[in-house]
């Protein structure tokens, strides 16, 4: 009876004072822009790296699925040794930009974070632990319900603090900017308008928010934050207030005379450029606006005026080589209901439509994006200086054997995975990139002695 007494009590005491709480005041201001912005993204891009090799990987969403699915493609890329020109090198520290959503988010991170050390801990930190039932088991916990009930803090926001505790130990995009570290693009998807939101400087700087203070744990909860299961990440804009304006290229897409991607892209972000408008954003899974992770590649080109500004923008004004990796975690597990006459369940009904709607979506990003890179690589190529590009898809469908195929397509997106299935979607993932054609491609021309990047590189 005391118990349930001091229960009481305790909810009482928060639903009085919920209306003026405030549990998630960490949005910092930013003072004034960095003259210097775009020269240190373009650093942080060539690194200690190739400038002749540009390596871009994406990670889909999925839960645990796609945090396991990304690093055993990581661990596989790390295993895979090519010839530059200061020697033989592992391929995981040629990644120049690794970007993400959702569950691939998870692995994104923390590698840009602590680097090959994600090769000894992140099993037993993150994918072979039982998240989904440590963070009911906080929901459910009394002494976070005075939060709870506060209209500022929800469930991603208690979900944040778990990852800082178990993996991210507080850490902020600062601690990203290591000189041997890929650039880490987290993608969000703004609940208001849908558009992909993702957390990069030039992002923060239109809302003239610091994102160097700002912690990697709720950018991560922000892209993983499935609507209705968890609640939005809130950020607050302070745009205005460090001097920020909008771009060139801007104010020429809104007078384009049709409707190109270039001035919706436009009209989307004009309006982060006035606090009035646009006072909060509310962030939940990237997944809903781009689940594979890739248009933030498409964007980029395609809003920086084609392919040898960005190139040069990225510090790679001499590339000789594109790899694009894309890991996808969709699967396709198997319908029982659909074998019958009864109606489906409304959980089958809203999971067989957001899988059809994501599937279709990303089925259109990697046509896009795998046919706007080959145009822009033969724009930019000529016969004195060559550029090539490989396109890897690294996904379930390439999976040879139908036994292990159907054994992941059945593994759920939950963040409780066993360690049978979280060492099964592993071992996949390297396999599947490693018999990839398009991967065996690109080894061939970066292995000692042989033409291309192995015999030309310039690092």
């Known amino acids: 009876m005391r118990n349930i007494h001091f229960v009481l009590c305790l909810a009482y005491f928060a639903m009085t004072i919920s209306g003026c709480a405030n549990f998630t005041a960490v949005d910092k201001p930013l003072a004034s822009l960095a003259p210097d912005d775009a020269s240190r993204i373009g650093r942080q891009m060539a690194g200690n790296r190739s400038g002749k090799l540009l390596v871009l990987v994406a990670f889909s969403g999925g839960g645990t699925r796609a945090a396991s699915f990304a690093y055993g493609a990581l661990k596989a890329l790390a295993a895979t040794k090519i010839t530059t020109k ?26 840009g974070l602590r680097g090959d050390q994600i090769f000894n801990d992140f099993e037993d930190r993150f994918l072979k632990k039982n998240v989904e039932g440590a963070l009911i088991a906080r929901v459910f916990n009394p002494i976070n319900w005075i939060q709870l009930l506060s209209s500022s803090y929800g469930k991603s926001d208690l979900a944040a603090e778990y990852y800082d505790k ?72 302070y745009a205005g207030s460090c001097g920020s304006k909008p771009p060139p290229w801007l104010e020429a897409a809104k007078k384009d005379p049709e409707s190109t991607f270039r001035k919706l892209e436009a009209g989307s972000l004009e309006e982060y450029f006035d606090k009035n408008k646009r006072p909060w954003m509310h962030l939940v899974d990237g997944g809903i606006s781009d689940n594979l992770g890739l248009r933030t590649y498409y964007n980029t080109v395609s809003l920086m005026g084609g392919p040898q500004n960005a190139f040069e923008a990225f510090d790679h004004p001499d590339l000789e080589q594109i790899l694009i990796i894309s890991v996808n975690a969709h699967a396709r597990p198997k319908a029982d209901w659909a074998l019958g006459r009864n109606m489906p369940s409304l959980a089958n009904v809203i999971g067989s439509i957001s899988s059809t709607q994501i599937d279709r979506y990303s089925a259109d990003t990697l046509d896009i994006v795998h046919y706007a890179y080959k145009k822009w690589t033969e724009q930019v190529s000529t016969p004195e200086h060559p550029l090539t590009l490989n396109f890897v898809e690294v996904n379930f469908e390439s999976v040879k054997d139908d036994a292990e195929r159907e054994f992941l397509n059945n593994i759920g997106t939950s963040f409780d995975l066993k360690d049978e299935e979280v060492d099964h979607l592993i071992s996949a993932a390297g396999k599947v990139l490693q018999e990839s054609p398009e991967f065996q491609a690109f080894l061939n021309r970066n292995r000692g002695g042989e033409s291309g990047t192995g015999s030309n590189q310039d690092k």
Request: charge should be negative; proline fraction near 5%; glycine fraction near 6%.
């Open 86 to 111: 200061k020697g033989e090198r592992s391929l995981v520290h040629e990644i120049d930009v690794i970007s993400s959503v959702s569950g691939g988010s998870f692995t994104s991170a923390y590698y």
């Open 166 to 237: 178990i993996i991210f130990d507080k850490a902020t995009f600062s601690d990203l900017n290591r000189p041997d570290a890929p650039l880490v693009i987290i993608n969000s998807t703004d609940l208001t308008t849908g558009v992909r939101f993702a957390f990069t400087r030039g992002m923060f700087d239109i809302i003239c928010a610091d994102l160097d203070q700002y912690p990697l744990s709720r950018a991560v909860a922000a892209s993983s934050a499935v609507p209705v299961v968890f609640s939005p990440i809130t950020i607050k804009s």
